[in-house]
């Protein structure tokens, strides 16, 4: 049997699906903001529908959760696309909070989760509670400073519950 005429077509053939497999899976599509009218937003869905606060280009992210009927602020460190939770060593995690001209501080300390195995000084949650949170839906805030796997983030702006993207 002659696979000659198979060959002919077979590597033209691979070089063009193969092409088409690379142009259209991963990557940035250079043409996406042209076709959207405008600039192309890159977003990530927090896990717990909260607010996410972007450390870096993309580095990491916090998610900030407020359970109002608690007066509860719960911080969670997620990595660079809000799908893995990050442990840090953190014996606390500092807000500056201002709200209606009044700021206040606030210390987020870290939370156990015997289901994960997180602990004291081993945790991706912090929580702190005041009872201003109860009532206060929006605020702007300020991180003064966090360490994640060797990298620190210091004076992060943010508005909750809007972010800083």
Not at 68 to 94: N, Q
Not at 117 to 141: H, I, M, P, V, Y
């Amino acid at each position: 049997m002659n696979y000659a005429p198979f060959h002919r077509f077979s590597l033209p053939l691979l070089a063009v699906t193969l092409s088409a497999f690379l142009t259209g899976c991963g990557g940035k599509d250079e043409n996406a903001a042209a076709d959207h009218g405008g600039a192309h937003k890159h977003e990530h869905r927090a896990p717990h529908g909260g607010t996410a606060i972007v450390l870096g280009k993309e580095a990491f992210h916090l998610e900030l959760v407020r359970t109002a009927e608690a007066g509860l602020l719960t911080c969670y460190i997620l990595d660079g696309h809000m799908e893995s939770f990050i442990r840090i060593p953190a014996p606390h995690l500092i807000i500056e909070t201002t709200v209606s001209n009044l700021t206040q501080t606030l210390e987020l300390l870290p939370v156990a989760n015997a289901a994960t195995g997180e602990k004291s000084g081993d945790t991706s949650q912090f929580e702190a509670r005041t009872a201003w949170l109860k009532t206060t839906t929006n605020f702007t805030g300020k991180i003064f400073g966090i360490t994640i796997k060797g990298t620190t983030f210091t004076d992060v702006n943010f508005r909750f519950p809007e972010g800083n993207e």
